[in-house]
């Protein structure tokens, strides 16, 4: 893991994501979720995406498969991917970008399976409409898929509800994987999860990215598991990137007050037990400016004092509240 | 202790001090399985010993199917046990209200359940829920004036504005929601608050703040409380002993902050090598877990072979005291592997062992591990 954090492979980027911004555009008034969002990831790097449900993460992934529908336009900005223009794609090209060259795992993908269908005849499905393959062929690489992910062969002809969560959602993961795509979108993908399945999907989705060499657009609100895994990592705040560096240097020296807070979300599990603040209810941040860059790639949102932050080991009281929502404004 | 007008008007003796706000004694609750003529049962809990004294905050951590809610369910009142018996403040409420709980009963145990948008319903104003508590159990003073004086001290106490008792709860975010969810428990003066993975379904960022809520709580109205939670951290974080559940039974328990960093138990050091924690070195260590996840499944050496203190066999289980005695630590002998049906599915040991080998059906019940010395301390 930390050989793989100094060199992310190439520098060409395999995704590039230019000022994106998504607008829910309603009758009397519309909201913007996505606003200037720009980002790139490199070939072979694991890129995460951190924030608060509601801060536009899972609709700038929705963006780059092209599945955002109606009321949620994508108001300003480019999405090229390996120097394609996604935004300009035909259907029919879409079709053969979606789950060739990006493949998504989403949220709770393990219910998103068929309870009808068995597995093997929802992998051979890929195959079939997406490869073009017969179905005794479709049905012999179904089996390896499975046993890429340590499930067993024979489990092709078990129904979804006979698998175990975590089984389900290794069995969705080796569906995204199916057409070997050059970048997979991992949106939550342990958040219905215990401790200990979480932690063998990551290792797995870990394994599978060094034998296959794709890239990941890797979703969570979860920091630690995502310093864990990422390369580098974006935090979001209100559809703005408030943050954005190599994950390492997120968790140890986190610039921006939210990033801060949100690491103060998480309790270590090592070390004294000190009293940790959160991000205090009620604070906002507002008309966040553009990243400015404080050291060697890492890039943060200037915010309003200056010398601002929630310290950590202490208890946020009312007083220091309303310094930062005056501070920030 | 500190004293608050909320601690003091409980009916029953606070004078025994040394009895513990709540105690379950071997509680075992199985369900049937199959069809209506199937003798079959599957084993949820099993000679469940847990204690938790006056003010103590006491987390019960396990993955999904350990039997963690099983085990509040039961103690709650909305299942009925199979066997064992439940203690609060020292008397068996089990056998004091054998077919129901009483409104006493509630009143000195209050629930908070995970999902703060299903547990308010969506018609009524906030007030309406804090005041419903006041009536029922008949804390809302004599006068309309008490009442919404009282309701306010809730809505600060929980740190809510109290003009919010006006508001739906869709107008409300799950963070407040939850703190609604606690104030409504808070209404009745309760002892013993059951807290049901109260933070799972909340933004990260006012989990938190949440957490710190029931701290205070603690400390400022000495109310005890179970936290029941599948997150190693935020227990360490809030309770002061940890208690950990492994297929219905508890195999290890200690204070918190020495158990996890001492985990004794294959399970527990399982649960607590799956953590993230960026602080923490090569925790993605694929051999180790090979090893971890088989001691759990099949423990075949005991780390106490040997020591002439320790009575130790395979179908006896045995507690035994890890470290110093002052940290309430013990774990449940490596060699008794609980061989209840329920839980873990996480833990199949490989995929290939079907479902099946899931409704196995429990045999050899050993007894329960009360028979043991357990040292309590205060």
């Not at chain 1, 959602?169 to 949106?187: E, G, Y």
């Not at chain 2, 209840?340 to 479902?355: C, F, I, K, M, Y």
């Amino acid at each position: 893991m930390t050989v793989s954090q100094t060199s992310f492979g190439s520098h060409e980027p395999v995704l590039d994501v230019q000022d994106l911004t998504v607008k829910y555009i309603g009758d009397s008034r519309s909201t913007t979720a996505v606003d200037r969002v720009s980002f790139s990831i490199g070939t072979g790097e694991v890129f995460g995406l951190a924030g608060e449900s509601g801060c536009g993460k899972s609709t700038i992934a929705n963006s780059i498969m092209r599945l955002l529908k109606d009321p949620a336009k994508i108001a300003a900005g480019s999405i090229s991917f390996g120097g394609r223009d996604v935004l300009a794609m035909s259907p029919e090209e879409l079709r053969r970008f979606r789950w060739q060259d990006v493949a998504m795992v989403f949220q709770s993908a393990m219910n998103s399976l068929n309870p009808v269908l068995t597995i093997g005849e929802q992998i051979v499905d890929i195959f079939t409409t997406h490869a073009g393959l017969s179905r005794k062929e479709s049905l012999r690489r179904a089996g390896e898929l499975l046993e890429l992910v340590r499930i067993d062969p024979a489990r092709l002809k078990s129904y979804p509800h006979q698998l175990s969560g975590g089984m389900r959602q290794r069995a969705v993961i080796a569906m995204a994987v199916a057409l070997k795509p050059s970048l997979l979108i991992l949106d939550e993908p342990t958040t219905a999860l215990d401790v200990v399945v979480q932690q063998e999907i990551m290792a797995q989705i870990k394994e599978l990215q060094r034998e296959l060499g794709f890239s990941v657009l890797f979703i969570t609100h979860d920091m630690s598991l995502m310093v864990e895994l990422s390369h580098r990592m974006a935090v979001m705040y209100g559809g703005r990137i408030v943050e954005t560096a190599r994950a390492h240097d997120v968790y140890a020296d986190p610039r921006h007050p939210y990033t801060q807070a949100l690491m103060g979300a998480f309790p270590p599990l090592t070390g004294p037990r000190v009293t940790l603040s959160g991000l205090p209810d009620g604070v906002k941040f507002r008309n966040i400016p553009d990243l400015a860059e404080v050291a060697p790639g890492h890039l943060v949102a200037p915010f309003g004092a200056g010398d601002l932050s929630i310290a950590h080991g202490t208890q946020a009281t009312d007083d220091e509240d309303a310094a930062l929502e005056g501070a920030i404004r | 202790m500190s004293h608050s007008m909320l601690s003091t008007s409980t009916g029953s003796g606070p004078a025994r001090t040394d009895t513990p706000a709540l105690e379950v004694r071997g509680l075992g609750k199985s369900f049937p399985i199959g069809g209506l003529f199937s003798r079959d049962s599957v084993r949820a809990l099993h000679g469940v010993d847990l204690a938790i004294g006056r003010g103590e905050i006491v987390a019960l951590v396990g993955e999904s199917g350990s039997g963690k809610s099983t085990l509040a369910r039961c103690v709650a009142r909305l299942e009925r046990p199979s066997e064992g018996s439940i203690l609060l403040d020292g008397t068996d409420v089990l056998k004091r209200d054998r077919f129901q709980a009483s409104r006493a009963f509630r009143s000195q145990l209050q629930m908070v359940f995970q999902d703060p948008f299903g547990s308010l319903n969506p018609a009524h104003r906030i007030g309406h829920f804090l005041r419903r508590s006041l009536a029922i159990h008949g804390k809302g003073g004599r006068s309309e004036t008490e009442t919404q004086a009282r309701l306010e001290q809730l809505m600060d106490t929980v740190g809510l504005q109290a003009d919010m008792l006006d508001s739906y709860p869709h107008e409300l975010s799950g963070g407040q929601r939850q703190r609604v969810a606690i104030a409504r428990a808070l209404a009745v003066e309760p002892q013993v608050i059951l807290a049901d993975e109260p933070t799972s379904m909340l933004d990260v960022s006012v989990r938190i703040g949440v957490l710190n809520l029931m701290r205070r709580l603690r400390d400022e109205q000495g109310i005890s409380m179970l936290y029941i939670t599948h997150d190693l951290a935020s227990a360490r974080y809030l309770a002061d002993r940890t208690a950990v559940m492994f297929a219905g039974e508890l195999v290890e328990e200690g204070e918190s902050l020495d158990l996890l960093a001492n985990p004794a138990h294959p399970y527990t050091q399982l649960l607590v090598s799956a953590v993230p924690d960026p602080a923490r070195a090569g925790s993605y260590d694929p051999v180790r877990r090979a090893e971890l996840r088989q001691a759990v499944m099949a423990s075949t050496s005991c780390a106490f072979d040997g020591d002439p203190d320790q009575p130790c066999s395979g179908d006896q289980p045995v507690r035994h005291q890890v470290g110093d005695p002052g940290n309430r630590h013990w774990v449940r002998c490596h060699l008794y592997r609980p061989r209840a049906g329920a839980g873990g599915h996480a833990l199949a040991a490989d995929p290939a062992a079907g479902p099946s080998a899931d409704a196995g059906i429990s045999v050899h019940a050993g007894p329960p591990a009360s028979a043991h010395p357990r040292k309590a301390s205060a």
